[in-house]
T-cell receptor, first 115, second 111 residues
Framework: GAVVSQHPSRVICKSGTSVKIECRSL??????MFWYRQFPKQSLMLMAT?????????EQGVEKDKFLINHASLTLSTLTVTSAHPEDSSFYIC???????????FGSGTRLTVV | SQELEQSPQSLIVQEGKNLTINCTSS?????LYWYKQKYGEGLIFLMM?????EEKSHEKITAKLDEKKQQSSLHITASQPSHAGIYLC???????????FGTGTKLQVIP
């Protein structure tokens, strides 16, 4: 149980366009989901906490207008990278947890390349 | 400075050898998680430790939590090439259910 599905796994987009990444909890409801970013050979950095039915909480230094988060249902959170630039190229990964006992489950990640 | 420091940063061991990875926190830990990742792929949950002194094992991997020292260690016995990857510790450091990750340890196992 506790599966998190992330889509797409890879995306290439042109500079200036927007890209949407979806994160779904398949067999549990998640009022909270987390979005991380990982640069090459570095650890995961928390970008924001997605809250169902309310505004996301962003970590310091993360641009809210650049990385739009929508958590419209208990099983779906989306991250939209707006007006993407090459420096936004990275590996993005989401996570959620059905409860603390089960720990956090991560999606398989999305590799974004902006050309 | 990093809130969660892992050591060593990278490790190369011969197949069959034992190894230990450490994760040290600068703050009180409310829960400590260990994950394995192959770079560019999702994370595989290994185990979660919640109480001081707690120790858990999964196959040949054992993790312990020293709450007083704000430290956890991950020990792999008789390493195999399949153990290769990046090991990340993560911790709930504020009690708000968001996980902060350690700096990561890259493990290579030579056959």
């Amino acid at each position: 149980g506790a599966v998190v599905s992330q889509h797409p796994s890879r995306v290439i987009c042109k500079s200036g366009t927007s890209v949407k990444i979806e994160c779904r909890s398949l067999d549990f409801q998640a009022t909270t989901m987390f979005w991380y970013r990982q640069f090459p050979k570095q650890s995961l950095m928390l970008m924001a906490t997605s809250n169902e039915g309310s505004k996301a909480t962003y970590e310091q230094g993360v641009e809210k207008d650049k990385f739009l988060i929508n958590h419209a249902s208990l099983t779906l959170s989306t991250l939209t990278v707006t007006s993407a630039h090459p420096e936004d190229s990275s590996f993005y990964i989401c996570s959620a947890s059905p409860d603390r006992v089960m720990g956090y489950t991560f999606g398989s990640g999305t590799r974004l390349t902006v050309v | 400075s990093q809130e969660l420091e892992q050591s060593p940063q990278s490790l190369i061991v011969q197949e069959g050898k034992n190894l230990t990875i450490n994760c040290t926190s600068s703050k009180t830990l409310y829960g400590l998680y260990w994950y394995k990742q192959k770079y560019g792929e999702g994370l595989i949950f290994l185990m979660m430790l919640q109480k001081g002194g707690e120790e858990k094992s999964h196959e040949k991997i054992t993790a312990k939590l020293d709450e007083k020292k704000q430290q956890s260690s991950l020990h792999i016995t008789a390493s195999q090439p399949s153990h290769a990857g990046i090991y990340l510790c993560g911790a709930d450091m504020g009690g708000y259910q968001k996980v902060t990750f350690g700096t990561g340890t890259k493990l290579q196992v030579i056959p």
